[in-house]
């Protein structure tokens, strides 16, 4: 388009069409040195933003003295204020660095939000854009990824709100509801095979790990985690550190644990089950697998997470523990959490309920025969 001359140094203009009308209008134009290179920059429409060429060049010598900004660099400083999802996710990462499982969610970020939402701010997102998500995801991956990915975006865009960088959604993310609670059990004759395995496994770390787990339920990262100091013989406690919940708990160190740990070997580690160089464990999925399939057990048989489910169902079954007491014992933050073996400790108190009908039927029917007895010799 044709350059048109101001009275103004370094000002121009061109006619284009008007915006939403008919007719022209011009568009300003300057031109300066800076730096030792030549700047040309639009600096505004004589209608849409009441330009003028006099407005333009005092633009002009603004931009040659530093103190004002270009509009493209106000573009890329307003971009920046803006707390779209992927900037609101790099604070919310850099803040809870200490959370466990962060470097999952980072994958679940990466693979499956920035691409389509990461630009957006949170009021921008509308209920069709979560719609989308979901019915995308639901294509190729399973209703608890999808699950976990929504609800990350969830927690993202609350952490935003309420730390006051940016409003919330306008609407609430519907989460999936997904029937995963898998409650793992083992029948007396695998428990058997199980112990055997452990027993002649060659690796002592991965078995008295095994056993660890099924003697007190503890969790494989606690378990991974545990240190020598975290062992109270004396007093017979077990100190469970930032498990979970984020809480400390202590659970007792029963009879067969304290044998177990004696025998342990110990090494220069802090850990009791230590990984190489004697740093904190990360895996042990190789050596427990083999031990799995030694014992013939499922395949879908989470070893380590089974033997809590495990430790967990041989109290609630015996009838001898209430839901409360096996809460504390699993570490659980919330009753909901137990909740999922009351019905193996409903089925003991049926048995024990069913055990008294039987012992006082018996001595109903006992008396009734002594009397029949009785009255038998007295020829009645």
């Not at 609670?181 to 690796?203: F, I, S, W």
């Amino acid at each position: 388009m044709k350059r048109h001359k101001t009275r103004y140094p370094g000002v121009f203009y061109r006619e284009v069409g008007r915006l939403g009308g008919p007719g022209n209008e011009k568009v300003y134009y300057i031109v300066f040195k800076k730096g030792g290179k030549v700047h040309e920059e639009k600096v505004g429409r004589q209608l849409a933003d009441d330009m003028t060429a006099a407005r333009a060049a005092r633009i002009r010598g603004e931009r040659i003295e530093g103190k004002r900004l270009s509009r493209k660099e106000v573009r890329e400083a307003q971009a920046v204020t803006k707390w779209t999802v992927d900037r609101l996710w790099q604070e919310y990462s850099a803040q809870k660095h200490y959370i466990k499982g962060l470097k999952v969610d980072r994958g679940r970020y990466e693979n499956y939000l920035k691409r389509g939402l990461g630009h957006k701010e949170p009021l921008s997102i509308a209920q069709l854009d979560i719609d989308r998500l979901r019915i995308g995801l639901a294509k190729t991956r399973k209703p608890q990824t999808v699950k976990h990915v929504l609800a990350l975006l969830n927690r993202i865009i609350n952490f935003g709100a309420k730390k006051g960088l940016c409003p919330g959604l306008s609407f609430k993310i519907e989460l999936p509801k997904v029937q995963n609670k898998k409650t793992e059990d083992l029948t007396p004759e695998q428990l058997t095979r199980l112990l055997e395995a452990v027993e002649q496994d060659p690796n002592i770390q991965a078995a008295n790990l095994m056993k660890m787990a099924l003697f007190t339920g503890m969790r494989r990262g606690e378990l991974f985690k545990l240190k020598w100091e975290d062992l109270d013989f004396d007093r017979g406690f077990i100190h469970i550190r930032n498990p979970k919940g984020g809480q400390d708990h202590k659970i007792p160190l029963n009879p067969a644990v304290h044998q177990l740990l004696l025998a342990h070997p110990r090494t220069d580690s802090l850990f009791v089950f230590p990984g190489r160089q004697g740093k904190q464990r990360t895996d042990i999925n190789k050596q427990v697998s083999r031990i799995k399939a030694a014992a013939g057990l499922p395949k879908d048989f989470r070893a380590l997470h089974g033997l809590r489910h495990t430790y967990a169902s041989m109290l609630a079954s015996s009838g001898q523990v209430d839901l409360y007491t096996l809460q504390k014992l699993l570490t659980h933050q919330s009753p909901a959490m137990t909740q999922r073996y009351a019905h193996l400790r409903d089925q003991a108190l049926r048995r024990a309920s069913n055990l008294a009908g039987d012992l006082i039927s018996q001595a109903i029917n006992r008396n009734k025969s002594i009397e029949a007895v009785v009255s038998e010799g007295r020829g009645e």
